[in-house]
């Protein structure tokens, strides 16, 4: 594989690095976490923390929804310290709506760790990085290079759309990973975090998923998809597997005093920890509904959602009643904005009638 990806990098431009950087000292965004260029060059370093924070957040997600997210948690955890010493279900009410949530047990475990295991301070080097919980191969680089500048390549999904255009890879990037971190790699300068971001920005700003700005991109003079007359025409859509189906119901439980009968899911798999209502197993074929308590059940139509790897389709179903079930508690209906719900069921909660 190696010498395959090193035989085809001398048949390809290089990435021009300076004009990179020297396009990022003028247009470089401003984002809460990060340390402009300008400053960076008077000596004002990163924060690992805020990086390292932004980083996980920003895991299929984009920064607007981020900004208010990243917010929030540096109000509250200002610190590594800080955010080590919550409780896990602080840190899952407020990571909700932010979806993939063992992103979030993964950083409270990995907050844990660099207080109980490094006395509060990041390792420095991407190798080390990448032994705590929730740090893989992107994010310890990313990390590594922008608050150390160590001179590894970081390629996130943005940068692997430019690399693609720039080279135009006849090929899905997923069957070229290996050439495009070793182009990147190849380039890396000194300024590496710079470098690393503003890779990032280019593909966030000039090189998008569907728009090429590229009489404004520093990498145009060498850009083989420019050359073509279509850059859009990369990356190379990978062949979609069907998304399969799956159904179940959820059922909401309304006390005559205001509340909502919640409870937490289990430790392990899709969701888990996070609080919702009552529901079904989901199941690929749709079943009736098996009520957990008898009562007058009405119907209150249904929700769906689709997850990374299913569709989900799940019928709500609203009882009047006091009596709860073995495990969970009563929410007061005010304020269930104050639960660890994923947006699963907030929307099954809408559907119900209730602002969560």
Not at 134 to 162: F, H, K, L, M, W
Request: a neutral charge.
């Amino acid at each position: 594989m190696a010498q395959t990806v090193r035989a085809q990098q001398t048949q390809t431009p290089a990435i021009d690095a300076a004009a990179v950087l020297a396009w990022y000292d003028r247009h470089a965004r401003d984002l809460p976490w990060r340390v402009s260029p300008t400053d960076r060059a008077r000596g004002q370093a990163p924060n690992p923390y805020f990086v390292w924070l932004s980083e996980i957040m920003l895991q299929q997600t984009t920064i607007a929804a981020v900004r208010k997210y990243f917010a929030a948690f540096t109000a509250l955890w200002p610190t590594v310290h800080d955010l080590a010493a919550a409780p896990l279900d602080d840190v899952l009410v407020q990571w909700a709506g932010l979806g993939y949530y063992a992103r979030a047990r993964n950083l409270h475990a990995c907050a844990v760790a660099v207080v109980e295991h490094h006395g509060g301070v990041f390792p420095k080097s991407a190798a080390q990085l990448r032994e705590l919980p929730g740090i893989g191969d992107y994010t310890s680089a990313a990390i590594a290079a922008i608050c150390q500048d160590e001179p590894v390549a970081v390629v996130d999904g943005n940068v692997d759309r430019v690399v693609a255009r720039y080279l135009a890879l006849e090929k899905p990037v997923r069957e070229e990973k290996p050439l495009v971190r070793a182009t990147v790699q190849a380039v890396v300068p000194q300024r590496a975090g710079d470098f690393a971001q503003a890779m990032m920005d280019i593909g966030a700003t000039i090189c998008a998923p569907r728009r090429a700005n590229c009489l404004v991109c520093p990498l145009e003079a060498g850009c083989l998809g420019r050359r073509t007359g279509n850059p859009l025409a990369f990356p190379v859509p990978p062949v979609k597997a069907p998304r399969p189906n799956r159904y179940g119901h959820a059922f909401v439980i309304r006390h005559p005093q205001g509340k909502v009968f919640v409870r937490q899911r289990g430790p392990k798999g899709l969701l888990a920890k996070m609080t919702e209502v009552p529901g079904s197993d989901w199941t690929d074929a749709s079943e009736p509904a098996a009520f957990p308590i008898a009562g007058d059940w009405e119907p209150a139509g249904a929700i769906e959602h689709t997850f990374t790897h299913f569709h989900l389709t799940l019928s709500v179903w609203v009882l009047n009643a006091d009596a709860p079930l073995d495990e969970g508690w009563w929410s007061d209906e005010t304020r269930l904005s104050d639960e660890a719900l994923p947006s699963l069921f907030r929307k099954v909660l809408s559907r119900a009638g209730l602002q969560a």
